[in-house]
């Protein structure tokens, strides 16, 4: 089983900064990918940015410019800076790993953390 651990949500006013992370643990073998999804109230899910193995990075375009994802492989953590932050930023994010363990391909989701931006 691989267990994610999310942390660093919170409340903030419009303009500010919150920085997410994500650590992955358990029975890894490989993982393929790192990323963060949202889910505001009444809206689909939906990819915010996510980081490959061989580095290809992708953002949606909502929050380019303003958001940076990074990872450290060594202890299989993913970040999510997030700058300039708006109301419409405000919803649950859900870390997502996806990879191997032993023996079988594994999709695993983060328990979600809140972040809600003030006007």
């Known amino acids: 089983q691989v267990q994610l651990v999310e942390s660093g949500g919170g409340l903030v006013q419009a303009g500010g900064s919150l920085r997410l992370s994500c650590a992955a643990s358990?029975?890894?073998?490989?993982?393929?990918?790192m990323g963060w999804y949202r889910q505001a109230p009444g809206k689909v899910r939906e990819l915010v940015a996510r980081?490959?193995?061989?580095?290809?990075?992708d953002y949606a375009d909502s929050v380019k410019g303003r958001f940076t994802i990074s990872r450290n492989s060594a202890q299989n953590t993913v970040y999510l800076q997030m700058n300039s932050l708006k109301p419409d930023d405000t919803a649950v994010y859900y870390c997502?790993?996806?990879?191997?363990?032993?023996?079988?391909?594994?999709?695993?989701w983060g328990q979600g953390t809140q972040v809600t931006v003030s006007s």
């Open positions: 997502n790993v996806r990879g191997t363990t032993y023996g079988a391909d594994f999709t695993s």
């Open positions: 358990g029975s890894l073998v490989r993982i393929d990918a």
């Open positions: 980081i490959a193995t061989g580095r290809d990075i």
